[in-house]
Antibody, heavy 120, light 108 residues
Framework: EVQLLESGGGLVQPGGSLRLSCAASGFTFSSSAMTWVRQAPRKGLEWVSAISSGGSTYYADSVKGRFTISRDNSKNTLYLQLNSLRADDTAVYYC??????????????WGQGTLVTVSS | DIQMTQSPSSLSAFVGDRVTITCRASQGISNYLAWYQQKPGKGPKLLIYAASTLQSGVPSRFSGSASGTDFTLTISSLQPEDVATYYCQKYNSAPPLTFGGGTKVEIK
């Protein structure tokens, strides 16, 4: 059974940093592209960042230069480093598995999300 | 960037009704279109990809179609468990892989 478990969310002040993790199991993590999607309170889904199985990275303009996606295939874990956080980064952050090794594929499994709140 | 416009933003229908949700791309995306279902407090679930291919395990009352830059998700007979918000997403190359604004489906 595919499982994705996000962690690392919490309350952080504007300008602060946070690292999100996503522990994966039930599939060959190293062969799958992975993606972060966020959802602000009472809003829709926003694609944030993705990483291919080979390690190529992609970002939304809204987070480019502030967020960094990475993966550790030895630990079956996906990460998202969030720096220079702003109030409009407040959201539930979901990790999701791609249907293959490239980032531009549908997302066939999602985690339950972790809440990031940016507030003073 | 390619924009994805979903309509309606919400709808209410009776159990057993046929429900249709539309997603329009601002540019051609071939058939690189997926539909997701999100229930409150949960992560989204993939329903359809490649515009019309049903994901494994998804009930056959869900279907998708495409005509140019217009895409449609149809629920042939609405069930109580289908109450959710539905999103389209384009996934052709070149980020961002944009989502539509969502359609909230409720039971009358």
């Amino acid at each position: 059974e595919v499982q994705l478990l996000e962690s690392g969310g919490g309350l952080v002040q504007p300008g602060g940093s946070l690292r999100l993790s996503c522990a994966a199991s039930g599939f060959t993590f190293s062969s799958s592209a992975m993606t972060w999607v966020r959802q602000a309170p009472r809003k829709g889904l926003e694609w944030v960042s993705a990483i291919s199985s080979g390690g190529s990275t992609y970002y939304a303009d809204s987070v480019k230069g502030r967020f960094t996606i990475s993966r550790d295939n030895s630990k079956n874990t996906l990460y998202l480093q969030l720096n220079s956080l702003r109030a409009d980064d407040t959201a539930v952050y979901y990790c999701a598995k791609g249907r293959g090794k490239y980032y531009d594929l549908p997302l066939d499994y999602w985690g339950q999300g972790t809440l990031v709140t940016v507030s003073s | 960037d390619i924009q994805m416009t979903q309509s309606p933003s919400s709808l209410s229908a009776f159990v057993g009704d046929r429900v249709t949700i539309t997603c329009r791309a601002s540019q051609g995306i071939s058939n690189y279109l997926a539909w997701y279902q999100q229930k409150p407090g949960k992560g989204p679930k993939l329903l359809i990809y490649a515009a019309s291919t049903l994901q494994s395990g998804v009930p056959s009352r869900f279907s998708g179609s495409a005509s140019g830059t217009d895409f449609t998700l149809t629920i042939s007979s609405l069930q109580p468990e289908d109450v959710a918000t539905y999103y389209c997403q384009k996934y052709n190359s070149a980020p961002p892989l944009t989502f539509g604004g969502g359609t909230k489906v409720e039971i009358k």
